[in-house]
């Protein structure tokens, strides 16, 4: 037999392409040699908002930072609360040395005679459940609880008044979960697709739980080529975009309103011009940028503020409104503006609908124009009517699947069918 040979380096490149993104970057971590190559060569994933406070899906893992209480007497008995955190990968927000959140957003719970107050109203009421068992077992389980968990605050109050070492430490914790057992959790969205246990690595907490992600997400994504992703979604200011890479999305999320305060991290990141969006999904209004204009469909929760004015040619409105004069107002919308052979809007309203009817009154209402009307009485396609638009286009107006289309065809062009 031949002795064992290291790969060659054209080997890795091969090698490294089709390899699990884990192992690639666990590789890589572990063997500076081919760090450079490994991070040269696109990272394919599936779903990463790169929030802070989020988990990172990274195909068939899930990574965790947060932080968890360990007690220094194994036998002392923890508030649901607590081991909840403890369970699923920690608290996601910076505490301090008491276990009390330090975000702005955190109201303590009141005075110490408030608490009291109400110790002694949870008390009262478990006295009274008590005596109305069994029927009362659910209720007295949840108020036993409450009493534990407001105990538990009223004890470390107590220590932090007083100045006093709590009986627990608090780690930051990394913990990497294959997919198949946090597919419990959330198993429609997340395939299982490996098998194994929770890793975990731990540290004294001792700096801002968000230099701890951020550091995280540069490790895992940092310096890359280009990273390919399914879909994104961007929506807040908490987002930390990996330095020194560059985003290939399929499909991007934005919150209209709010894209001003992050377009600079965007355009910094997102190779659009390149690589145009497959579909973009908004908000609110039509955003007047060119990530908008280079992606291929635009998808709008809700009607945005400008309707029926859209500068794209392919958008898809879902959400509760009124379908019959949307779509009425939107075909008037398209007769007048002349819009180009090729645009297609789509209708999709999570209402009571009817569609057949809504058909008929665009007819009706716009009889002059008519050149074809096609009834079927298929459920997946039944009625379709086409109105002339200029000399050599028309306007289609029919549903299909459940959503009203409005497509602008060359004249004389067939009823598009289930399949378009």
Known sequence: MSPKRPLSYPTWQCVIKYINSNTRILISQHCPELRQLEKSIPL?????NFRCEQAIFLNDSVYRVGIITQYHDENYIITDDIQYYNNNGGETHDVDKYGFPVAPWYFRMGNDDDL?????????????????????ANSLENAVKDLKHLNDIIFRRDLQSENLEPPFTHYLQLSITPNSLFAKYAKDNIPSLTNGTTRTERLIYKQPLENAQKYLIDKLFGGRSHILTGRMSVSYDDHHFPMGSLLRVQNLTIQSRLFVRYQDKIESVLDYKNYPLERLSLCGEELDHPIVETAQKIQFTGLPSGFPVIRHGNVEFSGYFDLTTSVQQFVRHVLD?????????????WADRKETELIEQIKETHAEQVKLVVKTKNNTFSSCVVLQLTETSDLFVYWTRGIIKIEVLPSGSPVPSESD
């Open 337 to 349: 503006t002349k819009k180009d052979v090729g645009v297609c809007y789509a209708f999709i309203c």
């Open 116 to 136: 009291q107050k109400r110790k002694k109203k949870i008390q009262k009421r478990i006295k009274t459940l008590k005596k109305q068992l069994p029927d009362s």
């Open 44 to 48: 394919k994933v599936r779903l990463c």
